[in-house]
């Protein structure tokens, strides 16, 4: 192998590994809002769907139970990211003894960079909670999303808990919300894209490369 087929790989070599640096280092913005709705309610369920909160309300004879969910609106640089990002969040009110019901919550992650599109969750609400004599509240509620996970374009949102949430117990039954709320916790992750001007720096090695393969064959022949 001459020194200039040796010189010209290492070039070669060096590019391809600035070129990996490259990708593997720059940091993307991701920015999205979410939202939700609420569907298929039952015990006397009323949806009311708005923007950035929406609620369900149970009815029954003994009393009522809200469910609000609050949309989030992100903008986060993906890496590094720190800890979970909240997709939203669930706050609960009561009156009278409580109430039952169950339903969907459609989770709607709307993603403006690094690219415009839109995808889904579906969420299962089950909840039942009871005030007995006036006194503390008790019950539960959960709401188990499905997929765990979606992709849009080139960014993958994965439920954390495998997409199950618990809702809290707002602290009395005077119909006020709870004070804080249980958030939908997730991570964002970007799949590595190479820059254009690594793409660029890779190419040029290339053709180095080949160039110098190509006089030393015309030598050798």
């Known amino acids: ?12 070599l060096i590019t391809g590994v600035m070129a990996l640096t490259a990708s593997a280092t720059k940091a993307d913005t991701v920015t999205f809002t979410t939202t ?18 929406s609620t369900a309300t ?3 004879a003994d009393g009522s139970i809200t469910i609000k969910f609050t949309g989030s609106n992100q903008s986060i640089t993906v890496p590094p990211q720190n800890g979970g990002v909240s997709l939203g969040s669930f706050t609960t009110a009561l009156t009278g003894a409580g109430a039952s019901g169950s339903g969907i919550l459609t ?15 579906s969420g299962t609400l089950n909840a039942s909670f009871i005030f007995s004599g006036g006194g503390p509240a008790g019950g539960a509620g959960t709401v188990v999303f499905t997929p765990a996970s979606i992709t849009i374009g080139a960014v993958t949102y994965s439920l954390s808990n495998s997409g199950s949430v618990t809702l809290s117990v707002p602290p009395n039954n005077d119909g006020t919300f709870s004070a804080t709320g249980n958030s939908v916790e997730g991570t964002v992750q970007v799949s590595s ?4 001007t690594s793409m660029l720096l890779l190419g040029s090695g290339l053709i180095g490369l080949a160039g110098a393969a190509r006089r030393k064959f015309s030598r050798n022949t």
């Open 107 to 121: 989770l709607t992650i709307h993603q403006t960079s690094p690219s415009v599109a839109s995808d889904s969750f």
């Open 36 to 53: 939700g709705a609420f569907t298929g309610l039952s015990i006397g369920g009323v949806a009311v769907n708005g923007d950035p909160a």
């Open 1 to 12: 192998m001459s020194n200039l087929f040796k010189m010209s790989f290492m070039a070669l």
């Open 58 to 60: 149970f009815t029954d």
């Open 193 to 196: 894209v190479p820059e254009p």
